[in-house]
């Protein structure tokens, strides 16, 4: 893949903040499991298809891995909930810089259901 485009999609902060995060996969010790990736490209993957709305199988060759290897990684990040503390991890660091603004907020009450009827 492209170098500019990879850190485009994941500059090296979101990185930073991303990788602890990050469940680890260790390969079995009778062998086979899961086999060692480079986790950034894996990610950045994981963000192409997240934000341009691709579909997995049709993740570009340029990634080097598999969409098959990026959907299965995205669907155990999902289930690990890295997604919610990326986002924490993430506001965390916007407020330690001073760089976040809380005196407005937007609420999406579609999203809510109503109780008994309620409109």
């Known amino acids: 893949m492209r170098v500019d485009l990879s850190r485009r999609l994941v500059p090296d902060e979101l990185w930073e903040l991303a990788a602890p ?3 680890r996969f260790t390969s079995r010790p009778q062998g086979g499991g899961t086999a060692p990736v480079d ?4 990610f950045t993957a994981v963000v192409y ?3 341009s709305g691709c ?25 690990a909930g890295l997604w919610r503390r990326l986002h924490r991890a993430m506001l965390d660091e916007l407020g330690a810089r001073g760089e976040l603004d809380w005196t407005s907020a937007i609420v999406d009450v579609a999203s809510v259901r109503a109780k008994r009827g309620a409109r």
Do not use: I, K, N, Q
């Open 21 to 23: 995060l990050l469940p």
């Open 49 to 51: 298809v997240l934000t």
């Open 39 to 42: 986790e950034r490209a894996v």
């Open 55 to 79: 579909a997995w199988r049709y993740l570009p060759e340029s990634f080097e891995d598999s969409p098959a290897t990026a959907h299965r990684r995205f669907t155990a990040w999902t289930e």
